[in-house]
C-alpha cells in the first residue's frame, strides 16, 4: 500500500505458498483500517515460487475505497504486467471486521431491597460485570444510583452488545447491586447471574433474587429481587452499511470569483494562476483532494462546477451561478 503523497508501495503483508495450482485460495488475511478521507492505494502481486528462486506473475492496482464500494463481495479484475501475456484474474474477497455490530438497551427495577442503615433508606445503584475466561469478572457498566428508595427504577442502559458479552450471548453476566456512599465506600446489597441470551427472552423470565455471599446462614433468603423492565437489541448500521447497499455521493463546487479573493496575477491571491511554475492553487487542491476521494462512490463520474461574481463576456454583466465548462 502507499498514500496518496508516497512515491512507492510498502508491503503490508503476504500469504502463505499454495503449491502446484493454477487457481489458489489464499487463506491468510489482511487486517486494513479503512479510512475514508484519504486515498489509499493498493497493489496487488502475484510471485510462483521455485527452489531456485521466485517469477512474477502479474499484478493489479487500485484503491481500497473502490474495493469497499463495489456492491458483491467477490471483487474480481484482470492481473497484467507482462506483454502479450493473460495473466489470469484475481479475486478480492473484503468484509468488515466487526463480528457483532450489535447495540443492547436494557432497563432494570429492584424490589424489596434490605435497608443496610436503620435510620437511611438506600441510594442503590448497579454494577455489570462480564465473564473473562480465567473466571474472573470484568466491569462494563455502572447505572447512575437511585436515591432513597427501596425499590428503585434505574434509567436505561445503552452499550453495544461486544462491550456486554463480546458477542457471546451465553457467556456470564454478574450482576451487583450497592447502595452508594459519597465517600466511594459502597456497601454491596446483593449479587446475581444471568446472560444476554436469557435477558432477550423478555421481563417475565428476567426476576432474580439478589444475595450477599456475607449474609448467607440458615435464615437468610436473599435481599430482594432485580427485575428486567425492558430490553432491545438493534442492528448497528455503518458507513459500510450504506455504501455496499449503493449509496451515491455527489460533489458539487462553486468557486468564489469576486475581488476579494485578489487578481489571479497576484501570488497572495487564492486564485493565483502559476502559468510558469505550474503549482496549483488553494482552490485546486482542495477541489482534488476531495474529489480524488469522492470520485470512487459516485458511479456517474460527473461534478458540477460553477462560479459566482464574475463578469462574463461577451457582455460583461456580473453572473451569481454559471458553469465553468459553459455547458
Known amino acids: 500500500m502507499k498514500d496518496s503523497w508516497s512515491e512507492k508501495f510498502n508491503e503490508i503483508g503476504r500469504t502463505e505458498t499454495i503449491t502446484d495450482n493454477l487457481n489458489p485460495e489464499w487463506v491468510k488475511k489482511f487486517v486494513i483500517s479503512y479510512n475514508f478521507e484519504t486515498v489509499q492505494k493498493m497493489r496487488f502481486e502475484v510471485w510462483d515460487l521455485d527452489p531456485d528462486g521466485k517469477e ?29 501475456r493473460d495473466c489470469g484474474d484475481i479475486i478480492i474477497v473484503t468484509e468488515e471486521l466487526s463480528s457483532c455490530k450489535q447495540i443492547v438497551q436494557m432497563q432494570f427495577r429492584a424490589k424489596s431491597l434490605t435497608k443496610l442503615s436503620w435510620i437511611w433508606r438506600n441510594d442503590p445503584f448497579l454494577v455489570l460485570s462480564r465473564s473473562n475466561e480465567d473466571g474472573t469478572y470484568s466491569v462494563v457498566m455502572k447505572s447512575e444510583p437511585v436515591y432513597s428508595t427501596q425499590s428503585p427504577l434505574w434509567m436505561p442502559i445503552t452499550m453495544r452488545v461486544r462491550s456486554l458479552c463480546n458477542g457471546d450471548y451465553d457467556r456470564t453476566i454478574k450482576i451487583d447491586c450497592f447502595d452508594y456512599r459519597s465517600n466511594g465506600d459502597h456497601r454491596l446489597i446483593g449479587t446475581c447471574y444471568t446472560s444476554l441470551r436469557r435477558l432477550t427472552q423478555g421481563p417475565n423470565d428476567n426476576k432474580y433474587p439478589v444475595v450477599n455471599p456475607k449474609k448467607k446462614n440458615k435464615n437468610y433468603t436473599n435481599s430482594g429481587f432485580v427485575e428486567l423492565e425492558s430490553i432491545a437489541v438493534t442492528e448497528e448500521i455503518t458507513f459500510l452499511d450504506y455504501i455496499r447497499s449503493g449509496t451515491q455521493m455527489h460533489f458539487a463546487v462553486a468557486i468564489d470569483f469576486t475581488a476579494s479573493n485578489g487578481p489571479p496575477r497576484d501570488p497572495q491571491s487564492l486564485h493565483f494562476l502559476d502559468i510558469y511554475g505550474g503549482r496549483p492553487n488553494p482552490y485546486e487542491i482542495a477541489l482534488r483532494s ?3 476521494i469522492i470520485q470512487h462512490y459516485d458511479s456517474a463520474g460527473m461534478f458540477p462546477a460553477f462560479g459566482f461574481g464574475a463578469k462574463l463576456p461577451p457582455t460583461g454583466e456580473v453572473s451569481h451561478q454559471f458553469p465553468l465548462n459553459g455547458n
Open 290 to 292: 476531495v474529489g480524488e
Open 56 to 84: 512474477f506473475l502479474g499484478h493489479f492496482e487500485t484503491t481500497l475505497a473502490e474495493i469497499v464500494a463495489f456492491s458483491g463481495r467477490q471483487f474480481v479484475k484482470k492481473l497484467s504486467g507482462i506483454p502479450n
